[in-house]
Protein backbone atom coordinates (compact mmCIF):
# COMPACT_ATOMS: atom_id res chain seq x y z
CA UNK A 1 0.00 0.00 0.00
CA UNK A 2 2.39 2.49 1.03
CA UNK A 3 4.66 2.20 -2.48
CA UNK A 4 1.05 2.64 -4.82
CA UNK A 5 0.58 5.60 -2.36
CA UNK A 6 4.05 7.17 -3.09
CA UNK A 7 4.10 6.19 -6.65
CA UNK A 8 0.73 8.00 -7.00
CA UNK A 9 1.93 11.56 -4.64
CA UNK A 10 4.77 11.57 -6.66
CA UNK A 11 3.16 11.21 -10.00
CA UNK A 12 3.77 15.07 -10.93
CA UNK A 13 5.93 16.55 -7.73
CA UNK A 14 8.66 14.10 -9.18
CA UNK A 15 7.77 11.39 -11.97
CA UNK A 16 11.68 10.20 -12.69
CA UNK A 17 11.42 8.75 -8.95
CA UNK A 18 11.56 4.86 -9.25
CA UNK A 19 9.12 3.43 -6.21
CA UNK A 20 9.39 -0.36 -5.48
CA UNK A 21 8.14 -2.04 -2.54
CA UNK A 22 10.02 -6.01 -1.55
CA UNK A 23 8.77 -7.94 1.12
CA UNK A 24 10.55 -10.56 3.18
CA UNK A 25 8.58 -13.85 2.81
CA UNK A 26 6.82 -14.58 -0.99
CA UNK A 27 7.88 -13.64 -4.32
CA UNK A 28 4.83 -13.02 -7.20
CA UNK A 29 2.35 -13.27 -4.36
CA UNK A 30 -0.97 -10.98 -5.48
CA UNK A 31 -1.85 -8.07 -3.04
CA UNK A 32 -4.20 -9.00 -0.02
CA UNK A 33 -8.08 -8.54 -0.81
CA UNK A 34 -8.12 -5.86 2.25
CA UNK A 35 -5.17 -3.74 0.67
CA UNK A 36 -6.77 -3.82 -2.99
CA UNK A 37 -10.44 -2.78 -1.67
CA UNK A 38 -8.37 0.00 0.94
CA UNK A 39 -6.59 1.37 -2.11
CA UNK A 40 -9.76 1.33 -4.25
CA UNK A 41 -11.03 3.63 -2.12
CA UNK A 42 -8.67 5.67 -3.00
CA UNK A 43 -8.74 5.25 -6.49
CA UNK A 44 -5.66 3.22 -6.54
CA UNK A 45 -5.38 0.14 -8.74
CA UNK A 46 -3.63 -3.19 -6.64
CA UNK A 47 -5.26 -6.27 -8.70
CA UNK A 48 -2.07 -5.91 -10.52
CA UNK A 49 0.43 -5.87 -7.95
CA UNK A 50 3.00 -8.80 -7.48
CA UNK A 51 5.52 -9.34 -4.38
CA UNK A 52 8.87 -9.52 -4.74
CA UNK A 53 11.07 -10.70 -2.60
CA UNK A 54 14.06 -8.38 -0.92
CA UNK A 55 17.38 -9.27 -2.30
CA UNK A 56 21.20 -7.31 -1.77
CA UNK A 57 20.45 -6.14 -5.31
CA UNK A 58 16.89 -4.53 -4.97
CA UNK A 59 18.45 -3.11 -2.06
CA UNK A 60 21.44 -1.50 -1.97
CA UNK A 61 20.95 0.49 -4.85
CA UNK A 62 17.95 2.64 -3.28
CA UNK A 63 18.55 5.92 -1.47
CA UNK A 64 15.72 5.68 0.71
CA UNK A 65 14.76 2.34 2.36
CA UNK A 66 11.32 2.40 4.13
CA UNK A 67 10.03 -0.33 6.41
CA UNK A 68 7.00 -0.93 8.35
CA UNK A 69 8.37 -2.18 11.58
CA UNK A 70 11.95 -1.85 13.20
CA UNK A 71 12.18 -6.14 12.06
CA UNK A 72 12.23 -5.24 8.45
CA UNK A 73 14.79 -2.49 9.21
CA UNK A 74 17.41 -4.67 11.33
CA UNK A 75 16.68 -7.51 8.33
CA UNK A 76 17.45 -5.13 5.91
CA UNK A 77 20.32 -3.60 7.32
CA UNK A 78 21.64 -7.39 7.63
CA UNK A 79 20.65 -8.54 4.00
CA UNK A 80 22.44 -5.01 2.44
CA UNK A 81 25.06 -3.87 5.20
CA UNK A 82 25.86 -0.70 4.19
CA UNK A 83 22.62 0.58 4.17
CA UNK A 84 21.36 1.01 7.70
CA UNK A 85 21.83 4.49 7.55
CA UNK A 86 19.10 5.05 4.49
CA UNK A 87 16.92 2.37 5.93
CA UNK A 88 13.81 3.11 8.65
CA UNK A 89 10.77 2.79 9.26
CA UNK A 90 8.22 5.14 7.56
CA UNK A 91 6.47 6.60 10.69
CA UNK A 92 10.34 6.77 11.98
CA UNK A 93 11.93 8.98 8.81
CA UNK A 94 8.42 11.25 9.33
CA UNK A 95 9.55 12.10 12.27
CA UNK A 96 12.76 12.81 11.69
CA UNK A 97 12.28 14.62 8.68
CA UNK A 98 9.53 16.66 10.48
CA UNK A 99 12.47 18.12 12.52
CA UNK A 100 14.63 19.36 9.53
CA UNK A 101 14.09 21.66 7.10
CA UNK A 102 12.05 21.05 4.00
CA UNK A 103 14.81 19.17 1.47
CA UNK A 104 17.04 21.69 -0.76
CA UNK A 105 19.91 19.16 -1.69
CA UNK A 106 19.15 17.83 -4.73
CA UNK A 107 21.05 14.50 -4.11
CA UNK A 108 18.11 12.66 -2.36
CA UNK A 109 20.55 9.49 -1.13
CA UNK A 110 23.11 11.84 0.31
CA UNK A 111 20.28 14.05 2.31
CA UNK A 112 18.71 10.72 4.17
CA UNK A 113 22.30 9.38 5.01
CA UNK A 114 22.74 12.15 6.44
CA UNK A 115 19.79 11.77 8.92
CA UNK A 116 19.92 8.59 9.38
CA UNK A 117 23.73 8.78 10.47
CA UNK A 118 22.82 10.02 13.89
CA UNK A 119 20.64 7.15 14.91
CA UNK A 120 22.24 4.19 16.89
CA UNK A 121 22.19 0.26 15.86
CA UNK A 122 21.15 -1.00 19.53
CA UNK A 123 17.69 1.13 19.44
CA UNK A 124 16.48 -2.03 16.88
CA UNK A 125 17.60 -4.46 19.06
CA UNK A 126 13.85 -4.69 20.43
CA UNK A 127 10.26 -5.15 18.16
CA UNK A 128 8.55 -2.36 19.90
CA UNK A 129 5.97 -1.23 18.84
CA UNK A 130 7.55 2.63 18.69
CA UNK A 131 7.81 4.00 14.93
CA UNK A 132 6.33 1.07 13.42
CA UNK A 133 2.81 0.48 11.02
CA UNK A 134 0.78 -2.80 12.82
CA UNK A 135 1.00 -5.42 10.06
CA UNK A 136 -2.57 -5.90 8.68
CA UNK A 137 -2.17 -9.49 7.13
CA UNK A 138 -4.71 -11.74 7.55
CA UNK A 139 -6.55 -8.98 9.48
CA UNK A 140 -10.43 -7.78 8.65
CA UNK A 141 -10.94 -5.20 5.73
CA UNK A 142 -11.60 -2.72 8.48
CA UNK A 143 -8.38 -3.04 9.32
CA UNK A 144 -6.45 -2.65 6.28
CA UNK A 145 -8.81 0.18 5.63
CA UNK A 146 -6.93 1.68 9.35
CA UNK A 147 -3.51 0.43 7.90
CA UNK A 148 -3.98 2.84 4.39
CA UNK A 149 -5.01 5.65 6.07
CA UNK A 150 -2.19 5.11 8.74
CA UNK A 151 -0.04 4.96 5.53
CA UNK A 152 -1.22 7.88 3.78
CA UNK A 153 -1.04 10.24 6.44
CA UNK A 154 2.39 9.39 6.83
CA UNK A 155 3.30 9.62 3.12
CA UNK A 156 1.40 12.89 2.59
CA UNK A 157 3.30 14.45 5.55
CA UNK A 158 6.97 12.70 3.89
CA UNK A 159 6.48 13.96 0.46
CA UNK A 160 5.92 17.72 1.91
CA UNK A 161 9.26 17.41 3.59
CA UNK A 162 10.89 15.26 1.15
CA UNK A 163 9.91 16.33 -1.99
CA UNK A 164 8.40 19.80 -1.82
CA UNK A 165 7.47 21.60 -4.85
CA UNK A 166 11.19 23.56 -4.90
CA UNK A 167 13.44 20.48 -5.55
CA UNK A 168 14.21 19.98 -9.44
CA UNK A 169 12.73 16.79 -10.50
CA UNK A 170 16.50 15.18 -11.12
CA UNK A 171 17.90 13.33 -8.24
Known amino acids: MAEALLRARL ?17 G ?24 KQ ?12 GMER ?4 DLAILAPGTFDRTFTL ?3 VRLVEQEPPRTDRNLRRWVERIGSA ?3 LGYLSDADADSVADPMGRSNRVFRACAAEIEELIDRMVERVWPATI ?4
Open 11 to 27: ADRSPDITVGSVGQLFD
Open 29 to 52: RRAESGAIKAMADRGIDLSGHLSR
Open 55 to 66: TPALIAGSSLIL
Open 71 to 74: LHVR
Open 91 to 93: PEF
Open 119 to 121: RQH
Open 168 to 171: PATQ
